[in-house]
């Protein structure tokens, strides 16, 4: 079956640090674009950052500097490592895939993780 | 970024209605535009693609159309398990960007 599997949220103070993974099954994750979407309470889904072919990575600006994503194919995984948490980082984080064939629409989501940023 | 507007925010309609959801980006973004459907504690889940593409495995009365700057979501007969919200979003360039959504709501 084709899936990704989120974990590593939780709640964490200010400043501080939490890791993501994203696990795929049934595809390569090399193969594909790999985002991390995020939905804070009651808000519009906010893309926040991809990782391609090769090692290409793009961020949005809110979380440029702070948050890298990372990729581990031998464990078909992805990461994304979050630095200096903020508490408008709180949110539901997904991963999901994408790729040309569907001119990069996301077909493929996990069921999310919840991060919440408060002390 | 291309900003997503969506309208209307939220919509009430029975079972059988036809139900229309419109999506204006502030750029062109040619037939770069997904649709989503979301339920409560679940993920989007990819319904359109390619602005006119259904996605495998979606009902048929589910269709979009639309280039440019304006696109529409319609679903022909709308039945229980679609009252949900609905999200568009680009993927003509970075960074991608989505709707605030609309909510289909029991009338």
């Given at each position: 079956e084709v899936q990704l599997v989120e974990s590593g949220g939780g709640l964490i103070q200010p400043g501080g640090s939490l890791r993501l993974s994203c696990a795929a099954s049934?595809?390569?994750?090399?193969s594909h674009y790999i985002n991390w979407v995020r939905q804070a309470p009651g808000k519009r889904l906010e893309w926040v950052s991809v990782i391609y072919s090769g090692d290409n990575t793009y961020y949005s600006d809110s979380v440029k500097g702070r948050f890298a994503i990372s990729r581990d194919s031998s464990k078909n995984t992805v990461y994304l490592q979050m630095n200096s948490?903020?508490?408008?980082?709180?949110a539901v984080f997904y991963c999901a895939r994408s790729w040309f064939n569907i001119w990069y629409a996301f077909d493929i989501w996990g069921q999310g993780t919840m991060v919440t940023v408060s002390s | 970024d291309i900003q997503m507007t969506q309208s209307p925010s939220s919509v009430s309609a029975s079972v059988g209605d036809r139900v229309t959801i419109t999506c204006r980006a502030?750029?062109?973004?040619?037939?770069?535009l997904a649709w989503y459907q979301q339920k409560p504690g679940k993920a989007p889940k990819l319904l359109?693609?390619?602005?006119s593409s259904l996605q495998s495995g979606?009902?048929?009365r589910f269709s979009g159309s639309g280039s440019g700057t304006d696109f529409t979501l319609t679903i022909s007969s709308l039945q229980p398990e679609d009252f949900a919200t609905y999200f568009c979003q680009q993927t003509?360039?970075?960074?991608s960007t989505f709707g605030q959504g609309t909510k289909v709501e029991v009338k």
């Amino acid at each position: 079956e084709v899936q990704l599997v989120e974990s590593g949220g939780g709640l964490i103070q200010p400043g501080g640090s939490l890791r993501l993974s994203c696990a795929a099954s049934g595809f390569t994750v090399s193969s594909h674009y790999i985002n991390w979407v995020r939905q804070a309470p009651g808000k519009r889904l906010e893309w926040v950052s991809v990782i391609y072919s090769g090692d290409n990575t793009y961020y949005s600006d809110s979380v440029k500097g702070r948050f890298a994503i990372s990729r581990d194919s031998s464990k078909n995984t992805v990461y994304l490592q979050m630095n200096s948490l903020r508490a408008e980082d709180t949110a539901v984080f997904y991963c999901a895939r994408s790729w040309f064939n569907i001119w990069y629409a996301f077909d493929i989501w996990g069921q999310g993780t919840m991060v919440t940023v408060s002390s | 970024d291309i900003q997503m507007t969506q309208s209307p925010s939220s919509v009430s309609a029975s079972v059988g209605d036809r139900v229309t959801i419109t999506c204006r980006a502030s750029q062109l973004i040619s037939s770069w535009l997904a649709w989503y459907q979301q339920k409560p504690g679940k993920a989007p889940k990819l319904l359109i693609y390619a602005a006119s593409s259904l996605q495998s495995g979606v009902p048929s009365r589910f269709s979009g159309s639309g280039s440019g700057t304006d696109f529409t979501l319609t679903i022909s007969s709308l039945q229980p398990e679609d009252f949900a919200t609905y999200f568009c979003q680009q993927t003509h360039s970075f960074p991608s960007t989505f709707g605030q959504g609309t909510k289909v709501e029991v009338k």
